[in-house]
Nanobody
Framework: QVQLAESGGGVVQAGGSLRLSCVASGNVYDIHGMGWYRQIPGNQRELVATITTGGTTNYGDSVKGRFTISRDNAKNTVDPQMSSLKPEDSGVYFC???????????????????WGQGTQVTVSS
């Protein structure tokens, strides 16, 4: 089992920035991927950004150029820096953990990964 602890959500004005953080503990295997997904009520959970232990990153189309994800392999943390936030970025953000080839595909099958509890991000206009 892998446990994920998230922090950093909140309320921010449009155009502002916010940084999330997630730390993994438990049975964290050496080669894996971590990242963030978000969910708006009534919508499917969508990819925000992921990064593998090898440093390969993937971003959702709607956040490219605005969000940057980084990680600390020694501490098993992953931190997305979110800039130029828009009201449509609002939602519940979930930290995710999975194999390096699976972490970007969790929208299709959430059961393939581990998830945090979620943290609310609200961008006011």
């Amino acid at each position: 089992q892998v446990q994920l602890a998230e922090s950093g959500g909140g309320v921010v004005q449009a155009g502002g920035s916010l940084r999330l953080s997630c730390v993994a503990s438990g049975n964290v295997y050496d080669i894996h991927g971590m990242g963030w997904y978000r969910q708006i009520p009534g919508n499917q959970r969508e990819l925000v950004a992921t990064i593998t232990t090898g440093g390969t990153t993937n971003y959702g189309d709607s956040v490219k150029g605005r969000f940057t994800i980084s990680r600390d392999n020694a501490k098993n943390t992953v931190d997305p820096q979110m800039s130029s936030l828009k009201p449509e970025d609002s939602g519940v953000y979930f930290c995710a953990f999975a194999g390096p080839g699976t972490v970007t595909l969790l929208s299709r099958d959430p059961s393939e990964g581990y998830w945090g509890q979620g943290t609310q991000v609200t961008v006011s206009s």
